[in-house]
């Protein structure tokens, strides 16, 4: 996948230098509370996910491109049976938090999936009680369709999620 730039985050693909960011952000309790990861994330599982080469999961690191810090992560899920849809995840590290990592990084790969991937739909998906990323997904032009009851198994349990959407035809937010 190309490089892609917001002008204030650099999205590259995960690399070596980005494994301490990487695990420290997995680690942190807000990050898990609202992803399946488990608490125990650890340096070998950053190693691993950096080092993951799946055609049908592309990803960035969006790096502040001033400091080059990882602010955040933004990757697709392109659907095996059907090259016209996809869903998009993120994360934002908790030194990051609220300075629109997730919705200038995620704006950019919606443009590239919609542009260059010939995506039709994109779907977006968080644990439904989670409203800063219902809120990113709503300034990121996904409406809400609906909420997937007990989508997520997570340590033990079972947790709704809800479904955002957007078609390459609806009109871009920004």
Known sequence: MPDLTTGRYYLRAPAP?????????????????WTRLTPDYTLE??????KRDDPLRPSWMALDAVTGRVGGWVGLFLD????????????VAPW???RGVATESGAAV????????????????HAAPHAASCAVARRLGFPLEGVLR???F?????????LHARLATDPDPS
């Open 154 to 162: 997570k340590l033990g349990d079972r947790q709704d999620v809800e």
């Open 150 to 152: 007990g989508a997520w």
């Open 110 to 125: 919606v443009r590239y999936a919609f542009a260059e991937l010939g995506i039709y739909r994109l779907q977006l998906v």
């Open 96 to 98: 990051a938090q609220r």
């Open 80 to 91: 095996a049976h059907d090259d016209a849809q996809a869903e998009i995840g993120y994360w």
């Open 45 to 50: 599982n950053a190693q691993k996910f950096i």
């Open 17 to 33: 230098e980005d494994v301490a960011d990487i695990t420290e952000a997995c680690q942190s309790p807000g990050f898990t509370r």
